[in-house]
């Protein structure tokens, strides 16, 4: 094995430990309704967290994951039916109120602020980073590709025809590079200046806009997201999202995933011709290290072959 796997295996397993540890290590409540990352409460306890848990949010989630998984190991996911489903997830889990909060970029930026600073963790980030994470190792980016509404609504603005077809995908190192550049000038910044990490990652929080409210300057960036997702595949995932960061990590070691079966593909590359996503191709080279892959389905319906498949990581031959 590389040693650069070795280090994301390590890490991989580090990250997955302290999300499963994150509800014990949490505070009750959860700073009100308004998302607030900072407050305190009682100590956690069982019938808390098994609250947290059962609420409508996590069980819609686990639902619409739990779908995910059986419709892309049983059918054919064509675009038609992707759309669909994406207008669902956004309409669930963007417009219902309900499903509000916590929202993915708080529940990952307010726990890694009080890693960070010392401060009080509270128990529905924690739950809710825990279950983005689970969901992440059970299947790469289940949580991404299957619940997030922000993920859902670039995608189905991505099937927008852009003119003259210039349809562009992101080198994956200039992308990746990015999106962790801006999440470590952020971490610096809350060291540097004691403010919390959502002051920096707020700038572009389109997340906000799902509670109904319209500053001009995240008007402003959520639409230039949104009109570059119809040239890009989810855009802020690839460049901005920390969320989406923590998901790539995870999904190196996700149980459920994207193979190819070397027995059955010609070397086509239909699959990378149809797919929207840096990640096929790839998957088709065998590369260890793999963009992200938000398990739409497009590539495994692409093959005429048969030869893709979303299914459990064999373990590669010595
Ligand atoms: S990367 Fe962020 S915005 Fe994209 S689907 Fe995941 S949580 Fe949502
Ligand atoms: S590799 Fe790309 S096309 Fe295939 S399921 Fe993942 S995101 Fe979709």
Redesign the pocket.
């Known amino acids: 094995m590389k040693r650069n796997t070795i280090y994301l295996l390590v890490l991989c397993i580090a990250l997955s430990v302290i999300l499963i540890c994150m509800p014990a290590m949490a505070k009750g409540g959860g700073g009100g309704g308004d998302g607030s990352g900072m407050g305190g409460g009682r100590n956690t306890d069982i019938t808390s967290i098994s609250t947290g848990i059962l609420s409508l949010k996590f069980i819609f989630g686990g639902f619409a994951a739990l779908a995910g998984i059986i419709l892309l190991r049983t059918i054919k996911i064509n675009r038609n039916i992707r759309t669909l489903l994406m207008c669902t997830i956004f309409m669930l889990f963007g417009v219902l109120v309900v499903m509000h909060q916590p929202s993915?970029l708080r529940a990952m930026v307010d726990p890694v602020t009080a890693l960070a600073t010392g401060g009080v963790i509270t128990l529905n980030k924690a739950t809710m980073l825990a279950f983005i994470g689970g969901l992440s190792v059970i299947g790469a980016k289940l949580?991404?590709g299957w619940v997030?509404p922000?993920?859902a609504l670039q995608e189905i603005i991505n099937r927008i025809p852009a003119p003259f077809q210039r349809k562009i995908k992101l080198p994956f190192k200039i992308s990746n590079g990015i999106r962790i550049s801006l999440f470590v000038i952020s971490l610096i910044m809350i060291l540097a200046t004691g403010y919390d990490l959502y002051t920096y990652q707020n700038i572009l929080n389109p997340f906000e806009l799902f509670n109904w409210q319209f500053e001009a300057v995240l008007v402003v960036l959520v639409g230039a997201v949104l009109v570059a997702s119809v040239f890009v595949y989810?855009p802020?995932?690839y460049l901005v999202?920390p969320?989406?960061l923590l998901?790539w990590v995870l999904e190196q070691v996700s149980i459920f995933s994207v193979r190819i079966d070397r027995g059955k593909c010609n070397d086509c590359k239909k699959c990378i011709l149809k797919s929207p996503c840096p990640s096929i191709k790839a998957i088709v080279d065998g590369d260890t290290l793999r963009p992200d892959c938000f398990a739409c389905g497009a590539c495994i319906d692409a093959c005429p072959r048969d030869a893709l498949k979303f299914g459990i990581r064999k373990k590669a031959k010595a």
Do not use: D, E, N, Q
């Open positions: 993915p949580f991404c997030c922000f993920g989810r802020f995932c999202c969320v989406g998901t």
